[in-house]
C-alpha cells in the first residue's frame, strides 16, 4: 500500500477520535476518492504515493472550484465548508512553487527545447508539467509559458 494512502487512514482513524469532523469527512471523502480510482478501468490495482497525490490533487481543485462557485451563488456556509475542506487537503499536497520558481522552471524548458513562438507551447509545457508535479496548477504554468514565449523570453 502507498505510504500516503497509508498516513490518509491513520490520519482518519486519529480525527475520528478526536472528533474533528471536518478531517474526517475530509479524509473520508479523499480514500473514497483513491479507492475509486483504484478500481477504475479493467483491473483492480494499488495506486501508487504519485498517483494519489494526483487524486488529492484533483480533489483539492474541486474543493476551490465548488467554493467560489457557492460564493458567485451567494452561499458563504457552503463556500467556507469547501474552504475547510481544501485546507485539509492541502496539508498532503506539496507545497506550491513561487512566481519566481515557477518562471525559472518555465525559463529552462524554454531554453531545452529550443523554443521560439506560441507555435512550441505544447512541446515547452511537456518538459515543464514533468518539473512541477503537484506544486503548480497546469493553468498557472500554461499561463507563464504563455507569456515567456509572446515576449520572447
Known amino acids: 500500500?502507498?505510504?500516503?494512502?497509508?498516513?490518509?487512514?491513520?490520519?482518519?482513524?486519529?480525527?475520528?477520535?478526536?472528533?474533528?469532523?471536518?478531517?474526517?469527512?475530509?479524509?473520508?471523502?479523499?480514500?473514497?476518492?483513491?479507492?475509486?480510482?483504484?478500481?477504475?478501468?479493467?483491473?483492480?490495482?494499488?495506486?501508487?504515493?504519485?498517483?494519489?497525490?494526483?487524486?488529492?490533487?484533483?480533489?483539492?481543485?474541486?474543493?476551490?472550484?465548488?467554493?467560489?462557485?457557492?460564493?458567485?451563488?451567494?452561499?458563504?456556509?457552503q463556500a467556507s465548508a469547501e474552504r475547510a475542506e481544501g485546507e485539509v487537503l492541502a496539508t498532503y499536497l506539496p507545497a506550491q512553487l513561487s512566481d519566481a520558481d515557477l518562471a525559472e522552471i518555465v525559463a529552462a524548458a524554454i531554453d531545452e527545447t529550443g523554443a521560439s513562438g506560441m507555435s512550441s507551447m505544447g512541446q515547452v509545457m511537456k518538459v515543464a508539467q514533468p518539473l512541477v508535479a503537484g506544486r503548480a496548477d497546469g493553468a498557472r504554468v500554461a499561463a507563464e509559458v504563455r507569456r515567456r514565449l509572446s515576449t520572447g523570453g
Request: net charge positive; charged share 40%; hydrophobic share 40%.
Open 1 to 77: 500500500m502507498a505510504a500516503l494512502k497509508k498516513r490518509l487512514r491513520a490520519d482518519l482513524t486519529v480525527s475520528m477520535k478526536a472528533r474533528d469532523t471536518v478531517r474526517t469527512r475530509t479524509l473520508r471523502m479523499a480514500l473514497t476518492s483513491v479507492t475509486n480510482e483504484e478500481v477504475a478501468g479493467a483491473t483492480a490495482r494499488e495506486l501508487t504515493d504519485d498517483e494519489v497525490l494526483n487524486v488529492l490533487t484533483k480533489e483539492a481543485k474541486k474543493r476551490k472550484d465548488a467554493a467560489e462557485a457557492f460564493d458567485a451563488a451567494g452561499r458563504k456556509d
